[in-house]
């Protein structure tokens, strides 16, 4: 089972942009598709984005769609979403986690980093 670790969470301020990464330990991410969710207080844990390892197709959802982008670093096992224009709304604990392809069942989970936007 692949573990994952994230990273890149902070404070920024509303039009900021953060980078959160994701990466495997032990394991290499080419054979899964990675997923990014987020849960902010209060309300369940939505899925914004997904890259499949397949043929590197991307899926956003409405939310964060034109502003969020999630891209592969094989070299490094890591699958990077860059945030730009955040909204207060963002703000959220940010999960990554492998599938067999998007949408599907996740097998693993990481443990999260806080992302707050705040002026």
């Known amino acids: 089972q692949v573990q994952l670790v994230e990273s890149g969470g902070g404070l920024v301020q509303p039009g900021g942009s953060l980078r959160l990464s994701c990466t495997a330990s032990?394991?290499?991410?080419?054979?899964?598709?990675i997923s990014w969710f987020r849960q902010a207080p209060g309300k369940g844990r939505e899925g914004i984005s997904c890259?499949?390892?397949?043929?590197?197709?991307?899926h956003y959802a409405e939310s964060v769609k034109g502003r969020f982008t999630i891209s592969r670093a094989n070299a490094k096992n890591t699958v990077n979403l860059e945030m730009n224009n955040l909204k207060i709304e963002d703000t959220a604990v940010y999960y990554c986690a492998a599938s067999s392809r998007c949408g599907a069942e996740i097998s693993s989970w990481g443990q999260g980093t806080q992302v707050t936007v705040s002026s």
């Open positions: 890259i499949s390892f397949r043929d590197g197709s991307t």
């Open positions: 032990e394991f290499t991410l080419d054979w899964y598709d």
